[in-house]
């Protein structure tokens, strides 16, 4: 890969980011809701109390230099208290990061897993039982509504065979004879929110896979291949898939992005204590320096999300290098 | 023994509005050392009939009668697994367009080593060496086995394209247009190959064009296809100077000749025929000037009408 494209990649990142910033600041000020009414929650108020809170948060200052504090103490690390938790927001957000990424990471990589394979067995075997049966599969589950098929699972699992706790990370109460039962007790409570959230995933994969799939296989390097003598499977994998892959590339790194953002709804469902359920406490409180931090968090990732798959694409397609 | 003989090929396609004779009822042979031309308008079956000799059909498309023996042996009746090991190793195809009958992904040198891995039982370093030498035979620097085809040339597509059909000595290549859409310098570079090529281990070659002067320039004999049908075969001089089709005749006159007046040549009128229902009787007649209700009716078969000249023409050969 030429060094200049991986430049110039980094560098639109970075400058996106650059607007991110800006864009994110600005946003929070011209939404509607007063700060100060969230964090006295007093409507009684008196003008001198108020006064003094404004005074301490800055508030009386112009626009430009609240900017430039808040841009000064991002670069510290500091963004800012939660009005929610009354804690650092990094802190905040530090304990919840994990468990979202687990959650979602696994189910990201399960559902590309699965959606790679079924989408390819479907466009080989194009208008046969399998591709019926995996494109049903796949638009049924990419129709169904998150939150829907999470009750339902939850329904299904839980409450009639009772085989899976609902929510939570760990049984809550619970004490452990060896780090082995807390684990074990860490998987059941895992299986629920990855397998509602690898089913929202697999259909998009599935579908996206199956079309490139087949659109690759009428290209002539496929009947170049084909005529060479080599058997099906070898042209599957050597010719179609590497050049199908390039659009998967794409989609997943975006959706990659989001596995920090968690799935808000899977987390709500499940109240898994992830970056998804935490925004929508924030959200709910109006904890805005907690919401801004998310957000920030959030489009950081994505945009790093997407330079990965620029530098991927630039590393699989020999083209784009140039 | 012919090198190669296709009798009576049949080639259907299915398609939602009904069959579509592709190919119907086609017979030619070719013999060592030389080279058959396969001519036509667009659509009018001459991909096809190449594909189906190595049976690479698309799923819509089958072969539904006809042999095709290769030294003898009708590939039609091999299996799956004995059919795959004939390809390439003894029928190699250059295909249309080689702008994307090479993978975009993947090196040119690779491309061409994979097939000598796979019938030649080389190992990678060899098959390297080898696909160097090759390079080398079409007059690409060697270098660049390890670039993508993004970074060659059409004309170095295309030479590509003839070394990976060269790498396994085929007794037969079919250049499936090989010189369409390169301009005339390199088209007639990549010609001269072919026929040195040619002329250097012994092949046949068919090659598939709609470009007469490609036709006149290296082809020992002719085939005329006509909406999925041969209409006249022959010596390349017959089919040039000699010719018994009304649609040779058209062929030839559409093209035009620069030695002539300078004006723009005749071409044919109308449209080719929809193949899912052909024309009644001779399927040139809705375009042909000669044609009387006979020709309407009464399909005309290939009859000889000189030594290995073959024309289906009620009126061979007297229309002028």
């Known amino acids: ?322 | 023994m012919e090198l190669l003989e296709v009798r009576n090929l049949k080639t259907y396609f299915k398609t939602q509005k009904g069959m579509v004779k592709a190919v119907d009822d086609v017979s030619c042979s070719l013999s060592y050392g030389k080279v058959l031309g396969l001519v036509g308008e667009s659509g009018c079956g001459k991909t096809t009939t190449a594909l189906s000799i190595a049976n690479l059909l698309p799923p819509e498309g089958r072969i539904v009668g006809g042999e095709v023996l290769l030294e003898g042996e009708d590939l039609m009746g091999l299996s799956a697994g004995k059919l795959r090991k004939k390809r390439w190793k003894e029928v190699s195809i250059v295909f249309q367009g080689a702008m994307n009958a090479l993978n975009p992904v993947m090196k040119v040198g690779l491309q061409i080593a994979e097939v000598l891995m796979l019938h030649d039982k080389l190992t990678y370093e060899q098959a390297m060496i080898r696909t160097k030498e090759l390079f080398k035979l079409v007059e690409i620097d060697e270098e660049r086995v390890n670039q993508y085809p993004h970074e060659f040339s059409g004309g170095m597509k295309q030479r590509a394209m003839i070394a990976m059909a060269l790498a396994c000595n085929p007794k037969i290549i079919i250049g499936d247009e090989p010189t369409t859409a390169l301009d005339v310098m390199v088209q007639a570079q990549i010609l001269n190959l072919l026929e040195k090529l040619k002329n250097e281990i012994n092949m046949g070659l068919i090659l598939i064009t709609h470009d007469l002067s490609v036709l006149g320039e290296i082809c020992d004999d002719v085939a005329v296809m006509y909406a999925g049908k041969i209409v006249e075969k022959g010596k390349v001089e017959d089919i040039f100077e000699n010719h018994q089709h009304p649609y040779t005749y058209k062929l030839m006159n559409a093209f035009p000749n620069i030695y002539g007046e300078r004006k723009l040549s005749d071409s044919i009128p109308g449209n080719p025929p929809n193949l899912l229902e052909p024309p009644s009787g001779c399927r040139f007649h809705p375009r042909c000037e000669f044609a009387d209700e006979r020709c309407k009716t009464k399909e005309p078969m290939l009859a000889e009408v000189g030594h290995r000249h073959f024309a289906a023409c009620h009126y061979g050969g007297v229309f002028k």
């Not at chain 1, 110039?8 to 994110?24: E, R």
């Not at chain 1, 001198?48 to 230099?65: M, S």
């Not at chain 1, 959030?298 to 083209?319: E, F, H, K, S, W």
């Open chain 1, 1 to 322: 890969m030429k060094r200049s494209y991986v430049i110039k990649k980094v560098l639109q990142a970075l400058l996106t980011i650059a607007a991110i910033l800006i864009f994110n600041y600005f946003l929070f000020r011209i939404m509607p809701g007063d700060p100060l009414q969230s964090v006295m929650r007093n409507p009684k108020a008196t003008p001198e109390a108020v006064e003094r809170l404004k005074a301490l948060y800055g508030l009386n200052d112009p626009w430009y230099l609240q900017f430039w504090i808040y841009i000064k103490h991002l670069f510290q690390g500091d963004l800012g208290m939660s009005f929610l938790y009354k804690k650092p927001v990094y802190e905040v957000i530090g304990t919840r990061l994990l468990p979202t990424i687990l959650m979602v990471g696994l189910a990201e990589v399960l559902a590309i897993i699965s959606g790679i394979i079924m989408g390819i067995m479907a466009a080989v075997r194009r208008g046969k039982s399998v591709d019926v049966a995996s494109l049903s599969f796949s638009l049924i589950t990419y129709a169904m509504p998150t939150f829907w098929l999470g009750i339902i699972l939850v329904s299904i699992f839980s409450v009639s065979l009772h085989l899976l706790p609902t929510t939570g990370l760990l049984t809550p109460g619970q004490t452990y004879s060896s780090t082995f039962a807390m684990l074990a007790d860490g998987i059941r409570h895992l299986i629920l929110p990855t397998l509602t959230m690898s089913l929202v995933l697999i259909g998009e994969y599935a579908l996206l896979m199956r079309n490139t799939l087949i659109d690759v296989l009428t290209e002539d390097y496929i009947t170049t291949a084909y005529a060479k003598g080599f058997k099906e499977d070898y042209v599957i994998k050597k010719h179609a898939v590497p050049n199908a892959t390039l659009p998967m590339i794409t989609i997943i790194a975006m959706n990659l992005g989001l596995v920090i953002g968690g799935a808000i709804q899977v987390e709500t469902i499940f109240s898994w204590p992830g970056i998804g359920r935490l925004m929508y406490d924030a959200l709910t409180a109006r904890d805005y320096p907690l919401l801004q931090g998310i957000f920030l968090m959030i489009t950081v990732c994505v945009i790093i999300a997407n330079l990965l798959a620029d530098l991927t694409y630039g590393y699989l397609d020999p083209r784009v290098k140039q």
